[in-house]
């Protein structure tokens, strides 16, 4: 599934590795994985409830936690993902 950010998750991203540069690599490893295979067990996704209810999560690492919506494109009919936010548990619920 084709993978688009928002220009909110590009800073987070940059924040993210400016403060943890030892993560990036696993960082950038979920999001190959996300684009593969959005179901896998490692990814831990799921969706989210409360005034998060129509976007999903999935881990990258013990308190890493990327935030993103599934989208349609009008037209085609294609599904894609849409990168929302990247932090710890805490930043991003």
């Known amino acids: 599934m084709l993978l688009k950010s928002t220009s909110s998750f590009d800073k987070a991203y940059r924040k993210w590795v400016r403060r943890y540069p030892h993560l990036k690599g696993q960082i950038d490893k979920t999001l190959r994985q996300l684009e593969q295979d959005l179901n896998s067990n490692s990814l831990q996704t ?8 129509s976007l999903w999560a999935c881990s990258c690492g013990y308190d890493c936690r990327i935030i993103f919506s599934i989208e349609t494109e009008v037209h085609t009919g294609q599904k894609f993902i849409v990168l929302v936010d990247i932090g710890t548990h805490e930043e991003v619920y």
């Open 46 to 53: 799921h969706k989210l409830s409360g005034k998060l209810k």
